[in-house]
């Protein structure tokens, strides 16, 4: 097997770019697409909602005393406080002598990641920024998201915080990804990671022509694996010496893993 290796640029050179509102989200994509696919970055961009950055900086008492999701002009005033926008553009250019910061340490903490791609387009991440932030909110939590931007698509990733050792905040958690994954579906919107408790549900959405798809995948496993040797249960296709009803993952049995 040949590995082909990137040339030593000789430097590395991190930048970032701030947002100071929401309502720019729109146009900072529309800029990135055009940069991106000249490969004027060479790295992949990231669109990171300022909670993100809040979030290595310290813990949530840190920055407030409520319990409640954070509304705008908290969000304002943590943005202030770090010297970032409401948005953050982190990217890289290769050639410059290397400025390289370490950070060693990480918030402790559980989380869910939901994931959907998306066009690389403003309407779509401002789409999808709404809806996640919104069901967020409705569940108690603060939306804390990026965007990933690749050359021909968006990986936007939102990053649902929780104790996991608090039954209450477990079950919000679980109980929004599962929401967010059926409104993603009647979005067209699929994901392109997710926990394995959740694959079965998001296999289910891509149900076309009567589940044609997970018929066929599952004609394959049962070719290739019909004993279920390798993972039985990976993007929800079982094979057919498994009763999937008696391992899947319920929304009830989730919540206690």
Not at 62 to 78: A, M
Not at 94 to 122: C, D, M, Q
Not at 135 to 143: I, K, L, P, S, V
């Amino acid at each position: 097997m040949g590995i082909w290796l990137m040339v030593n640029p000789g430097g590395y050179q991190s930048n970032l770019i701030t947002i100071p509102k929401d309502e720019d989200l729109h146009q900072a994509i529309e800029i990135i697409r055009p940069l991106r696919t000249s490969m004027v970055p060479q790295n992949v961009p990231t669109v990171r909602h300022v909670l993100l950055d809040a979030a290595v900086m310290g813990s949530r008492d840190k920055f407030t005393t409520s319990n409640k999701p954070l509304n705008d002009k908290e969000l304002d005033e943590i943005s202030e406080k770090l010297n970032l926008g409401r948005w953050n553009i982190y990217r890289a250019l290769y050639g410059p002598e290397p400025i390289r910061k370490v950070i060693n340490w990480l918030p402790n903490g559980a989380h869910l990641f939901f994931s959907p791609i998306a066009k690389v387009t403003g309407d779509d991440a401002v789409a999808q920024y709404a809806l996640t932030r919104k069901r967020c909110e409705e569940a108690g939590f603060d939306f804390i998201g990026t965007f990933v931007v690749g050359m021909r698509e968006m990986h936007h990733t939102v990053c649902l915080v929780f104790d996991r050792l608090d039954p209450e905040p477990c079950r919000r958690a679980h109980a929004l990804i599962r929401q967010l994954i059926d409104d993603a579906a009647k979005k067209g919107w699929g994901e392109y990671r997710t926990h394995l408790a959740l694959m079965d549900q998001i296999a289910q959405t891509y149900n076309f022509n009567n589940n044609a798809q997970m018929h066929l995948n599952t004609t394959i496993k049962n070719a290739l694996d019909p004993k279920g040797i390798l993972p039985p249960d990976k993007n929800g296709i079982w094979p057919s010496g498994y009763n999937a009803k008696d391992f899947a993952l319920s929304p009830q049995r989730s919540t206690k893993l």
